[in-house]
């Protein structure tokens, strides 16, 4: 089964702790504090591999979690950084945040990489936090949790041309006929399930990959018939063959096929729908496609390009391919809606932290304070200490005290919970 959809669960590393340690060798004084710094987490990559094909690697795994940083030790020992893990997927991922629906990346070329969630910092020892009044400070932080979030990944295939058209009327025959692809091919609906990829090499040495994309029906822009499934992937092409049963095999009128088809494109995207294309009047060694053809010339010939043609015996099938080609030659390729390398980097004015009032609960957020807490070592009394100076100082005890905070009332900061004394 072609997978090109999936779901996960993605957390970077967590930091390592910082160590307390104080100097004990002889001949030292009052050696002081010692304690080493904890190593970052791993990071999550995502690499795109052209090796590739589907997504159906996450469909058996679904959480993917980065090494943690290694503790620091005494003697002012770092612990050391935990290992990337990267992930491979097929080239024409979009990676999106599954909660926002933000976009994080469009990975379009081999080996194109993303971080998809950062480790944690590791925590600093207690060697960092000696002060002229405090030379010898039992704390030190924990290592920094690293990045969750859970991922949406879509496959969009990258393909130069796109097969459309109604279910039997040829495409797969066609992408038989011309590349090295080998659909299943059968004399009823909806035989082709998934995208077929081939290449058209041509005997000047030019070549285009062609995506046969399976077959699409009135309301396929709402899911009917194979519907959205697959109409993603025509969303890559730069110029779509559009083909239709110019013989009317099954009963129906090829002209109305292709305003149907052509609808559905543009209901789904406005862009997909003014796409070039060219008409592949399919069929044409069948009874009655001659008058059937002339009645599409007399309607689309004045807009589109028409190739009569016959997958079956394979005429008119060479002029079809040079023809795209050429035009392709004419039509830039389609620029990525993320590239990793080149994604300008937009810094927005947001508040350190914001105090939300929910009856005689308070929840304080923003990523500064959340992460001072989560770095705190809370069985620590002179952690907890500096935990308090932190929060006087950024103002939260203020704004606390504004939004109406009473002694005995809970305060949310991340996972951490306090009671509120005056």
Known sequence: MFYDRAVIFVKGGDGGNGCVAMRREKYVPEGGPCGGDGGRGGNIIFRADEGLRTLVDFRYKRHYK?????????????????????????????????????????????????????????????????????????????????????????????????????????????????????????????TTLAPNLGVVRLEDGRSFVMADIPGLIEGAHAGVGLGQEFLRHVERTRLLIHVVDTAGSEGRDPLEDFLVTNRELSFYNPVTGKKPQVIAANKMDLEGAAEKLEQLKKVLAKDYEIFPVSAVTGDGLKDLVYRVVTLLEQIPPELPAVDEYDVPVMHRAEPRFTVTRHERMFSVSGKEIERHVAMTDMENDEAVERLQRIVKRMGIEDALEDAGIKEGDTVKIGKWEFEYVE
């Open 66 to 190: 980065a090494a943690r940083g290694r503790h620091g030790e005494g003697k002012n020992r770092h612990g050391a950084s935990g290992d990337d893990l990267t992930v491979r997927v097929p080239v024409g991922t979009v990676i999106s945040d599954q909660d926002t629906g933000e976009l994080i990346a469009d990975l379009v070329k081999d080996g194109h990489e993303v971080i998809v969630a950062r480790g944690g910092r590791g925590g600093r020892g207690n060697a960092h936090f000696a002060t002229p009044n405090n030379k010898a400070p039992r704390l030190a932080e924990k290592g920094e949790p690293g990045e969750e979030r859970g991922l949406k990944l879509e496959l969009k295939l990258l393909a130069d041309v796109g097969l459309v058209g109604f279910p039997n009327a040829g495409k797969s025959t066609l992408i038989s006929r011309v590349s090295a692809a080998r659909p299943k091919i059968a004399n009823y609906p909806f």
